[in-house]
């Protein structure tokens, strides 16, 4: 499956921006989808994760209550959408994706089977 992540841009601290990850796939709701993030100088960081029916999800502790993760199968588009934006929140954020066979089931770590192209987010202070 390809990824494409985009809805970036520069957003002063307290604004929001929505990001969106188009797959290419027909089979997209047969993936789990997660979110990651890197910041200059720093390692890749999981930021959310979908089940592949949006029954389960997953947040990092520092984007709890701020961002929602959330996917329309039919559009094959998980989308994360970011509120309350701190200037620490600035990163190249990518989507990725694993084939999954529950309903329920998420991955938080890093083991996903496809990575997408990041679309970068600049949180102004």
């Known amino acids: 499956v390809q990824l494409q992540a985009s809805g970036g841009g520069l957003v002063q601290a307290g604004g929001s921006l929505r990001l969106s990850c188009a797959a290419s796939e027909r089979t997209f709701s047969s993936y789990a989808i997660n979110w990651f993030r890197q910041a200059p100088g720093k390692e890749r960081e999981f930021v959310a994760a979908?089940?592949?029916?949006?029954?389960?999800?997953y947040y990092e502790d520092s984007v709890k209550d701020r961002f929602t993760i959330s996917r329309d199968n039919a559009k094959n588009t998980v989308y994360l959408h970011m509120d309350s934006l701190k200037p620490e929140d600035t990163a190249v954020y990518y989507c990725a994706a694993r084939v999954s066979f529950s309903d329920t089931d998420y991955y938080v770590g890093g083991d996903m089977e496809y990575w997408g192209k990041g679309t970068q987010v600049t949180v102004s202070s």
């Open positions: 979908i089940s592949r029916s949006a029954r389960s999800t």
